[in-house]
């Protein structure tokens, strides 16, 4: 069976993408979905090729019983076509990635993650790296909003069965 592909963007990819990538993957396992899907991140820039993610980060992420895995890459022209989903964390991610993909169409595949946010107070996941630990708490928050949205939004288009494994 073929597995939902989904791909999580920032800017540098050690803040918000590789935190989003975790949580999702664990919000998937939680609801046991892990065998239907794939999700990576990237960032749209270069200036983190092969980083780890930001220590203030992974420390974040820890406080709130998530672990990161990941080292940092760039978006390529071939993720437009190996990803069914992908999801920008702000405004200037996805015109970077739009311009990224002229001619090959991204309808139906690129959105912003805050679109699934249900108290969307905003349409961007803001970029924490130059603020303090409250910019990362606040970053989690949504992202744990909006990939809880994100997931019910997948449930409902891929009939994904409902017997949640909730722990
Ligand atoms: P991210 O945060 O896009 O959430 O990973 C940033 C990380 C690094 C830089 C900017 C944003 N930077 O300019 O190096």
Redesign the pocket.
């Known amino acids: 069976m073929k597995t939902i592909n989904v791909l999580f963007v920032?800017?540098?990819?050690?803040?918000?993408?590789p935190l989003a990538e975790a949580l999702f993957k664990h919000k998937v396992n939680e609801r046991g979905w892990s065998k239907y899907f794939y999700a990576d991140s990237c960032?749209t820039?270069n200036?983190?090729i092969g980083d780890p993610p930001?220590r203030r980060t992974i420390a974040n992420a820890r406080k709130n019983g998530i672990e990161i895995n990941h080292r940092g890459r760039q978006l390529s022209r071939d993720d437009f076509n190996r990803f069914d989903y992908i999801l920008a964390?702000d405004k200037e991610n996805y015109a970077d990635i739009a311009a990224l993909a002229r001619g090959i169409s991204l309808n139906d595949k690129l959105f912003l993650m805050r679109h699934f946010d249900p108290q969307a107070s905003g349409t961007e996941v803001p970029?924490?790296?130059y603020g303090n630990e409250e910019g990362f708490q606040q970053v989690f928050d949504i992202l744990d909003r909006s990939l809880e949205g994100f997931l019910d939004y997948l449930a409902v288009k891929h009939s994904l069965p409902h017997e949640h494994l909730k722990r």
């Not at 920032?10 to 993408?17: D, E, K, M, T, V």
């Open positions: 920032c800017l540098g990819n050690i803040c918000r993408s960032g820039s200036y983190h930001d964390m970029d924490p790296y």
